[in-house]
């Protein structure tokens, strides 16, 4: 029954946005008769062109996609959705890229992209700015909307790019492409969805506990356990400094509650924050006498793998789509502090209702995150799933079951957030090749074969191809 509907509902979705969402143009790209890229692009009733840059070997659109504010009810508003398309060849594979934030206007190409040498349509995520209805109903952000969001931009660009399509993204990306195919589970070809965190239930998070108990090195451990504690110990002072810091800033600490709270916040961020983005070589890097070290040096380093400017309004602000559907749907993890005694503590974890204006209200779906769990369990067909030994947001991931089908989830031994399937051993970097390759449509007999044969199609472009983890505020996926 439940099917049933969610079919009929893309039906009526379809129907209403045909005739709301697209009047710049009535003719469709098949009947242009144009040859030329652009042209057939801008074809596409509700596309308009940002801007087009160039770059050697492709041609890269930034453009704006009209989509219904409420894809239940398309004929009540519309907003304009950012997109961009890294454009390769009509003849070649399409990979449907989304990071779950703001999509990045500079061309940029994800590693399947490079392995399959094809094009990429990248989405930015509703309600991160500009993509953001005006006024802006918060009820209209949740992640059957953004796959709603997905399915129209493959419905309208399917026309165009006519072969196989994968979907992909990295962190809150992977957990898009994830909730696009559990609701649009015909639309792509294969999913590689890369350390996408699964908070099935939101209130057990003793799986990140454990992980922190085990991660990395003891040495490595305590070193971060020290400076976190110490920065705790010395409040008093260190709290002085952030007050004269955020005046000199200009920031203000109006949505988390106090400057007090948005001090703890950081330091709470710091264990995870080094976990999330550096590597076990890095622990050099962390005063090893976090009691003899001077409030400068306890400083710096929360500074730089926490950010003292994340809790402020200004840093939040950007993210409060995050935290809306943190608070909403998505659920967030809570870690306890074994290491530090809790008169140290006056806070603990904020949930995610701490870091949006109370003007905005929130609540909580529990059976969000348990129906996406279920169904990856029991219906995954063609999905990979790729996570990082070190990551924290591996601690929770997501598993396969009896029904899944040529699904896989593998573990880049070392690596961290940004881990990636260069990174797996040689044999699972083999495989999860290969089989982004077949779903894609462009492997060869001799992958087919022997998957050991497999390797990107498209040349490595120092540019192009960025694999270092792109820096953003922690405990944020």
Known sequence: MRKALRWLLALTVLIGTLSTAGAATAAGPEATG??????????VPGMSLVEEKPYTGYRFFVLNYTQPVDHRHPSKGTFQQRITVLHKDEARPTVFFTGGYNVSTTPRRSEPTQIVDGNQVSMEY??????????????????????????RIFKALKKIYSEKWVSTGGSKGGMTATYYERFYPRDMDGVVAYVAPNDVVNNEDSAYDRFFATVGTKECRDRLNGVQREALV??????????????ENGYTFDTVGSLDKAYEATVLDYVWGFWQYSLLSDCDTIPADAKNATDDDIWSSIDTIAGFSFYTDQGLEPYTPYFYQAGTQLGAPTIVFPHIEKKYIRYGYLPPRNFVPRSIPMKFQPSAMKDVDNWVRHNANQMLYVYGE?????????????????????????????????????????????????????????????????????KFDSKLDVRDVEREPTLRP
């Open 390 to 458: 070190n990551d924290p947001w591996g601690a929770e991931q997501f598993r396969l079951g009896k029904g899944a089908k040529d699904s896989y989830v593998f573990t880049a031994p070392g690596l961290n957030h940004g881990a990636n399937v260069a990174g797996l051993v040689a044999d699972e970097k083999a495989l999860a090749t290969a089989k982004i390759l077949k779903w894609a449509g462009v492997a060869s007999s001799a992958v087919q074969s022997d998957p050991a044969a497999a390797k990107p199609l498209a």
């Open 34 to 43: 144009t040859t030329d890229i652009k042209e057939k692009l801008l074809s």
């Open 126 to 151: 509703r309600f991160f700015t500009p993509s953001r209805p005006d006024p802006a109903d918060w009820t209209k952000l949740d992640i059957w909307q953004a796959a709603s969001d997905q399915h």
């Open 234 to 247: 010395r409040r008093e002072p260190m709290e002085k400094r952030y007050e004269a810091y955020a005046a």
